[in-house]
């Protein structure tokens, strides 16, 4: 049988070699003075992993005392890889958690509050947070991650093919009517070696969510005791984004490289998250631009998720005032941490004339007030694999909408009810 600490092992596999992964918090002598070493963990593998690295290199130059040590993974791994540790007693002392997986760690008692930090002498102001982002970070009254930033989906503009049909892109759609005469005009456009489109679908759970939202859907009742998926309003907006395929002009989803085409210039609107745009950037043949999604249903909504910084529970006094002092930092100074491709989530750096200059990011924030996470549930990957089939079922038109829905609303409610009878319960409307 595999020993607990060989299960823990086996699980992280190849960060066994990343210096005092494994090991609990270390303090080090330099130069005549003590220092604590702090183990970060992240799945910013990305351009935002190199701009993390420059914010943890000058952390550690200003505080010499403190020396901090990131470790990237994939996120596609970093959760299993997360839990795994904390249930083996080695996570490390800071941790990111995306704010739809925060409820899952909470319970475990692998995080902990913040609010003790937060209030004291040096902490943070509370007030400059956006209390809908500063919210969706609690459970039981109590906040367990500081948001350092919400990327929110907005809508990726090509400008010259607005011009080309002859829509002025510093104006882009904003409602249904103006959104589908793009759509109209780019598909009338001469025919190329490639289909060109107004629109397309990229990521599925996050544009079906928003669809769902706008038109004033949810997924569970008040309680979070019912899983209410196949509702109206989330039928209504499903069958809103499967009628531009129906009327050809659309493509649907498996019939074309979303995000590609858009790079390529094919598309001329696309809704996709803000840390997309480090694509972009890189990229000097597209004249592209940022705005807000346009509204559909009747509600102002956008999916949104936030990178939380996390702590340990657990850690001794000194071990935590200095992951507190690192979690500060990165706080205070996420205004770099948005030119790599993000949303502050501090009203005082959102208002920032430095800000204003980061165009797209700048144009995403307006949706700062209406953006909807996902519901906090402890099976929320559970969850989101049940949501997201159903929107592509829809999209790709393998079912009607009260089907597909209906099914994975079943689904849930099963979850929902072996956790209810393992003992498991909790969490809350986003």
């Not at 299960?7 to 002598?29: F, H, K, Q, R």
Request: proline share 6%; hydrophobic share 40%; glycine share 8%.
């Amino acid at each position: 049988m595999m020993t607990p600490r060989r299960a823990v092992l086996t699980a992280l596999g190849g960060l066994i070699a990343a210096p005092g992964l494994l090991s609990g918090c270390s303090s080090n002598v330099i130069g005549g003075r003590k220092q604590t070493t702090i183990r970060f963990w992240n799945g910013f593998t990305g351009p935002d992993g190199r701009t993390m690295l420059g914010l943890v290199r000058k952390f550690n130059e200003e505080n010499p005392d403190v020396h901090v040590v990131m470790q990237r993974m994939d996120w596609g791994t970093f959760y299993n890889k997360l839990f795994v540790a904390g249930l083996g007693g080695r996570a490390p002392e800071c941790f990111v958690l995306h704010t739809r997986a925060m409820l899952r760690f909470a319970l475990a008692g692998f995080a902990t509050p913040l609010d003790t930090f937060v209030a004291s002498e040096n902490g943070l102001p509370e007030a400059d947070f956006e209390p809908g982002v500063w919210d969706a970070t609690t459970y039981k009254s109590e906040h367990f991650g500081i948001p350092l930033d919400v990327h929110a989906m907005g809508m990726y503009t090509n400008r010259a093919l607005l011009k080309e049909v002859d829509w002025n892109p510093d104006t882009p759609p904003v409602n249904t009517a103006e959104f589908i005469d793009v759509c109209k005009r780019v598909r009338k456009l001469p025919k190329q070696e490639s289909e060109r489109y107004g629109f397309v679908f990229t990521n599925l759970e996050t544009n079906g969510y928003t669809l769902i939202r706008q038109f004033a859907g949810n997924v569970f009742s008040p309680d979070m005791q019912t899983c209410i998926l196949n509702s109206p309003e989330n039928q209504n907006g499903l069958m809103f984004g499967r009628s531009l395929i129906d009327d050809a002009l659309v493509p649907s989803p498996e019939n074309f490289d979303a995000w590609i085409g858009f790079r390529q210039g094919r598309v001329a609107m696309a809704f996709e998250g803000i840390y997309m745009l480090a694509d972009l950037q890189r990229q000097k043949d597209l004249d592209y631009g940022g705005a807000p999604v346009p509204q559909f249903g009747n509600t102002k909504a956008v999916w949104a998720d936030s990178h939380n910084l996390c702590m340990r529970r657990g850690l001794d006094a000194p071990t935590a005032a200095a992951t507190w002092r690192f979690m500060r930092f990165l706080s205070n100074n996420s205004l770099d941490w948005a030119l790599g491709g993000q949303i502050p989530t501090r009203v005082s750096q959102l208002e920032s004339p430095e800000f204003a200059k980061m165009e797209v990011q700048a144009q995403f924030a307006k949706q700062v007030k209406i953006v909807k996470y996902h519901p906090k549930v402890p099976f929320i990957f559970e969850y989101l694999t049940e949501f997201t089939l159903a929107v592509e079922k829809i999209l790709r038109g393998r079912e009607k909408a009260p089907t597909a829905l209906k099914t994975a609303e079943d689904n849930i409610n099963r979850i929902i009810e072996r956790q209810r009878k393992q003992g498991v319960s909790g969490g809350d409307q986003a």
